[in-house]
């Protein structure tokens, strides 16, 4: 177990719904870390959080937003879903930014839009 | 730009075999960060090891052994006497001490281990 909880671990969607992905870092982890995983892209990063703020954005859609909270969860907004938003949504955390500490990724969010 | 290479998009071991998964990186900085993940068909992503840029020593961790080269920009990953339970993707990936700080993955590499 890493410690970095994802809910829900399972979802359904249609084309044109909006879906709110949770994460909870690591106790004591302030960077949290959102990455999508597709068969075509591979794990590509999304968007980076620490201590509330936003730290960088990688290859995040527009239809995409996040937002990380006093209590350091944080929410990955995907709206307007199409059936290529369909992917493994993993969050993971570290102590402090970048690579100069672990990252502990959670068990991911399957979403599937229909 | 950062990238990660990994050639072997599939490899199939019999079990007790040895198999050496091969990463290639790229990268300008001279300080960075080397990981490998595994992710077992339950699709989580497991943290294996961290290794910095100025770290070349060999790590060995019971099974599991990892060789740093810079001369080649190369971070390969061993696995001795594989068992089935090895069956997985791993993922070699790289950060910076600077900038977005994210992991760059490369494409994975699928480990299947024969009984």
């Known amino acids: 177990d890493s410690g970095v909880t994802q809910t829900p671990k399972h979802l359904i969607t249609a084309t044109g719904q909006r879906v709110t992905l949770r994460c909870s870092p690591r106790s004591g982890d302030l960077s949290v870390y959102w990455y999508q995983q597709s068969l075509d892209q591979g794990l590509q990063f999304l968007i980076h959080?620490?201590?509330?703020?936003?730290?960088a954005k990688g290859n995040i859609l527009e239809r995409f937003s996040a937002q990380q909270f006093p209590d350091l969860h944080s929410e990955l907004n995907l709206s307007s879903l199409e059936l290529g938003d369909s992917a493994l949504y993993f969050c993971a955390s570290s102590v402090d930014v970048g690579g100069l500490t672990e990252a502990f990724f959670g068990q991911g969010t399957r979403l599937t839009v229909v | 730009a950062q990238k990660v290479t990994q050639a072997q998009t599939e490899i199939s071991v019999v079990e007790k075999e040895d198999v050496t998964l091969d990463c290639v990186y790229e990268?300008?900085?001279?300080?960075?960060?080397l990981f490998w993940y595994k992710q077992p068909p339950s699709g989580e992503l497991v943290f294996l090891i961290r290794?910095?840029?100025?770290?070349?020593q060999n790590e060995i961790s019971g099974r599991y052994s990892w060789n740093f080269q810079k001369s080649t920009s190369s971070f390969n990953f061993t696995i001795t006497a594989s068992q089935v339970v090895d069956s997985a993707v791993y993922f070699c990936?790289?950060?910076?001490?600077?900038?977005?700080?994210?992991?760059?993955f490369g494409t994975g590499t699928r480990l299947t281990v024969i009984p």
């Open positions: 959080y620490y201590n509330g703020e936003e730290r």
């Open positions: 990936a790289l950060t910076l001490q600077t900038g977005a700080n994210n992991l760059f």
């Open positions: 290794r910095n840029s100025f770290d070349e």
């Open positions: 990268t300008r900085d001279t300080t960075y960060y």
